[in-house]
């Protein structure tokens, strides 16, 4: 199986013997479409003021940004290609409309062939890849990109592999079981798109070695118990320390555990499971 699904890779060093990168014979090896790119302003984990804001982030290769069609109301298309996208897990549908003489990019469900015909709107078909209103939709149909209110864009299930299963529908709302397991409830004119997402394997891959999380933007995830009193709340102290207080934040707020939610969400019918 894993003859399959992996590239073969020649083990001439310990970061090439560890390194399991999964092949992707048909995506689209030129440049992406002029007009649906842009370039993002690098932060680098950092505010306007030049303070970490966010840590284990900086550098990395150069990328440029895919707009991507989220909310996919009333449009028609041929996939043209199925491209890669760095900013993102999952793998990007191209797609062209012959009518409009325009492109667009969508996120590419599993198993969708170039070529295809996809549509969306309230007249599209129950087919892969097509986008229609959550009352349009079978009960038990596999689901991803879900908006939660008539005309907004999708924001569940967007990530690699991720999809929604619709299990009931009411006089008003769409009950949902995300991939956490949470169960909520979506009305019924919200949009959707049949499927589940592709690159579903990407967790299989092995990085090999911390120069290829560099490359990705990763930088070294440091203790705090390891830093000086000036950087961190567990810093400082003679030798080896156990930070003398329950695990906070570099901003002294309780991590490991705590709540940080304030109230339970009402359109949430069965929470997550929570480690």
Known sequence: MENLLFKKIRPTTPSQRALKVLKKPKLWAKKPIKQKTSSLQRKAGRNHKGQITVFQKGGGHK???RTVDFQR???????EAI???PFRTAYLARLYDNAKKKHAYILAPKNLCIGSLVRSGEEAEIKLGHAMPLRRIPVGSLLHNLSTAEGKRGQYCRAAGTYAQLIQKTKNYARVRLSSGEQRLI???S???LGVVSNENRNLNSIGKAGRNRWLGKR???RGVAMNPIDHPHGGGEGKTSGGRPSVTPWGKPTKGSKTSRSRN????????KN
Not at 73 to 79: F, S
Not at 266 to 273: E, G, N
């Open 63 to 65: 990328k440029v940004y």
């Open 73 to 79: 109301l009333d449009t028609a298309g041929i996939v």
């Open 83 to 85: 491209e890669y996208d």
């Open 187 to 189: 009305q019924l004119n």
């Open 191 to 193: 949009y959707a798109t």
């Open 220 to 222: 070294p995830n440091v």
């Open 266 to 273: 009402s359109l949430i019918v069965v929470p997550r499971k």
